[in-house]
């Protein structure tokens, strides 16, 4: 066999020659993939609520704290929005739907006397270009809603009908119509409402 020197320019022309190879892009400027300005959007919510009677005098007995006309829930929340604007090579936009959990003393899922709701996975989403302005919204706020008139039992256990609605159905209706698609959109104004489940 004849002896042919070694030519490090052979060697690498034959590199891309290999079946595959050759379109393999190990660089970012020649990927399919540019760099450009993405909006970043992260939120989270956390918070928790007690239940508060209200009371109506009662004429009949002076000296009485009266009696119970409804109740109502007191809530304390905290939001968090951050908006950034990032230069990236993300293929595409991205949606990551925001998680909220709660924890609440209504066996059927309802408000109860009181509960506290929490982030499970952070709400995420990513579009290309600077949309908005770059910002951190930290918001915290006391409010008060879901209203239920008459008595009220834990889970009805009274017979009482504002005990028996609080149920999980209720709960989340009543937290999208108060809190997420009002407070919240109030509070931090890149609040996304859209992405919430719960």
């Known amino acids: 066999m004849p002896k042919i020197p070694f030519n490090p320019a052979d060697a690498g022309a034959n590199l891309n020659l290999t079946p595959g190879q050759g379109t393999l892009n190990l660089s970012g400027n020649a990927s399919a993939t540019a760099y450009t300005v993405w909006t970043e959007k992260t939120q989270n919510l956390t918070g928790w609520w007690e239940r508060k009677w209200d009371f ?6 002076p000296s009485s704290c009266g009696n119970v006309v409804g109740t109502y829930i007191l809530y304390h929340m905290q939001e968090v929005v951050n908006t950034q604007h990032t230069t990236q090579t993300f293929a595409s936009g991205l949606t990551v739907l925001h998680n909220l959990d709660y924890l609440t003393n209504s066996v059927s899922g309802g408000w109860g006397t009181s509960g506290y709701l929490y982030t499970a996975s952070a709400g995420y989403t990513r579009v290309s270009g600077a949309v908005g302005a770059s910002g951190h919204c930290v918001k915290h706020w006391d409010a008060t809603g879901m209203y239920q008139q008459g008595e009220y039992t834990l889970d009805g256990a009274g017979g009482d009908m504002a005990g028996g609605t609080d149920t999980s159905s209720y709960w989340n209706s009543t937290f999208n119509q108060n809190i997420n698609y ?4 109030k509070a931090c104004k890149d609040w996304q409402p859209g992405i919430v489940i719960i």
Request: aromatic share 0%; with cysteine.
């Open 56 to 61: 109506a005098p009662d004429p009949l007995v």
């Open 182 to 185: 009002s407070d919240c959109v």
